[in-house]
């Protein structure tokens, strides 16, 4: 499989040395070929390009993800992900569903933001390739798919230029609730589990976790 990933992100031209690792390593993680997490992957470095911004490594952007759930758009938001280096592990990704393939990305130190969509065009010939209505709207699995369909849907995002992919509006002002994260951990008396401190609730002056706790959050 290792080996497959990367001579198909080996093939594809214009990336930089780093864009290519983090695409490799983005297909790796996603587990299949297809058409929506290069869309998404696109868009994120389209996004980062707009900002000019680099990928994040600390915590001073994020993403808000319009997708929803049940609308094949899993895909097209671990690209952004990747591409961004905003995740939901960090924090750095949230949706808010609209079931519309749009986010935006936040420079949190700045309060700026640009607002990415996805053309129309893009959408509906990839919804209308042969990867979606031969295979996937027929319940078979995307790593069931043949190579020969699935490959040519993962490369064409990255043949085309950026304004043709997505429409970017922005920068504009976008504010963004600061808060700082808790280091600090506490065993609950009840169960005994390590819970961090801002999940902790205090009952007769003992700590209490979500789970054991009388109250509701």
């Known amino acids: 499989?290792?080996?497959?990933h990367r001579a198909i992100v080996n093939s594809i031209e214009g990336l930089s040395d780093e864009e290519r690792e983090f695409l490799y390593s983005a297909l790796?993680?996603?587990?299949?070929v297809c058409g929506g997490m290069p869309m998404g992957y696109v868009a994120?470095?389209?996004?980062l390009k707009?900002?000019?911004?680099k990928r994040e490594r600390n915590m001073?952007?994020?993403?808000?993800?319009?997708?929803?759930d049940g609308h094949a758009a899993g895909c097209f938001a671990d690209g952004v992900q990747f591409a961004?280096?905003?995740?939901?592990?960090?924090?750095?990704?949230?949706?808010?569903?609209k079931g519309k393939w749009t986010f935006y990305l936040i420079n949190k130190k700045e309060g700026k933001a640009v607002?990415?969509?996805?053309?129309?065009?893009?959408?509906?010939?990839?919804?209308?390739?042969?990867?979606?209505?031969e295979y996937r709207s027929k319940g078979i699995n995307p790593t069931d798919v043949p190579e020969d369909i699935a490959v040519p849907g993962f490369k064409r995002p990255f043949t085309l230029k950026l304004e043709d992919v997505v429409e970017i509006e922005g920068p504009f002002d976008f504010k963004v609730e600061k808060g700082k994260p808790c280091f600090k951990l506490v065993e609950c008396s009840v169960c005994g589990h390590v819970v961090a401190e801002n999940y902790i609730k205090m009952e007769d002056g003992k700590p209490v976790c979500v789970d054991c706790t009388n109250y509701k959050w």
């Open 1 to 4: 499989m290792f080996d497959k």
């Open 28 to 32: 790796n993680i996603h587990g299949h």
């Open 44 to 47: 994120g470095l389209a996004a």
């Open 50 to 53: 707009a900002f000019g911004m």
């Open 60 to 68: 001073d952007s994020m993403v808000i993800l319009n997708i929803g």
């Open 84 to 97: 961004t280096g905003c995740t939901f592990g960090k924090g750095l990704m949230k949706k808010e569903p």
């Open 115 to 133: 607002k990415v969509t996805l053309r129309n065009e893009m959408l509906h010939k990839a919804f209308s390739a042969p990867f979606i209505t």
